[in-house]
């Protein structure tokens, strides 16, 4: 059986999930608004450069990530989520 990672996400009232699993290295975005869905899909589908601190603050590194690489990529893709599309994503809700 493999393991599902899942957060919840919401748009406006749409509240909805993004499940990733870790075996098959598939996101399924869960979004009513369907044309937030296809904008989040669209998203995780494309290579992304992530800036990541290093040592210190102010000590960056730049890297190509695809999200559905591993758990930890797809995280650090989501904290930007809401500046590309608009869709925030609920850490500390749970997904039903």
């Given at each position: ?34 044309v937030k869905r296809h904008e989040v899909e669209a998203y995780l589908s494309a290579t992304q450069i992530v800036r990541a601190a290093q040592h ?41």
């Amino acid at each position: 059986m493999s393991e599902v990672f899942k957060v919840a996400i919401h748009y406006n009232n749409d509240n909805g999930s993004i499940e990733y699993d870790c075996t098959s290295k598939q996101i399924k975005v869960n979004l009513e608004d369907e044309v937030k869905r296809h904008e989040v899909e669209a998203y995780l589908s494309a290579t992304q450069i992530v800036r990541a601190a290093q040592h210190t603050l102010v000590d960056f590194i730049e890297w190509k990530a695809k999200p559905n690489e591993d758990v930890r990529t797809l995280q650090l893709v989501l904290a930007h989520l809401w500046e590309q599309t608009e869709v925030h994503v609920d850490w500390s809700r749970p997904v039903a």
